[in-house]
């Protein structure tokens, strides 16, 4: 069982930044894929980023590759977002999720098997 608790969120402006966190409870944090997932009012929950267990390998989708950066802390069991050049449409609620390894592929939300409670992004224009 893994419990997260996300923070970090707020509000931007256009081309500011924010870096949300994910702080995850237990010893096994080290033993999970950790993603990014964002759902903005009447849309769908949609996959933001992964990294994988020790950091060696990192996804993104095409909409934040180059502005947002994933990383974790094992020792803190701590995964991260950072966001630089925000845009009016990065707006959403920010979940942090948890994937065991080799369960489905990464950018699908029903890969995770834990989630946290979201936390909130506004970028304003």
């Known amino acids: 069982q893994v419990q997260l608790v996300e923070s970090g969120g707020g509000l931007a402006q256009a081309g500011g930044s924010l870096r949300l966190s994910c702080a995850a409870s237990?010893?096994?944090?080290?033993?999970?894929?950790m993603g990014w997932f964002r759902q903005a009012p009447g849309r769908e929950r949609e996959f933001v980023a992964a990294?994988?267990?020790?950091?060696?390998?990192?996804y993104y989708a095409d909409s934040v590759k180059g502005r947002f950066t994933i990383s974790r802390d094992n020792a803190k069991n701590t995964v991260y977002l950072q966001m630089n050049s925000l845009k009016p449409e990065d707006t959403a609620v920010y979940y942090c999720?948890?994937?065991?390894?080799?369960?489905?592929?990464?950018?699908?939300?029903?890969?995770?098997?834990?989630w946290g409670q979201g936390t909130q992004v506004t970028v304003s224009s």
């Open positions: 999720a948890a994937a065991r390894p080799l369960s489905g592929s990464y950018y699908t939300s029903s890969t995770y098997a834990y």
């Open positions: 990294i994988r267990r020790s950091g060696e390998s990192t």
């Open positions: 237990g010893r096994t944090f080290g033993s999970y894929v």
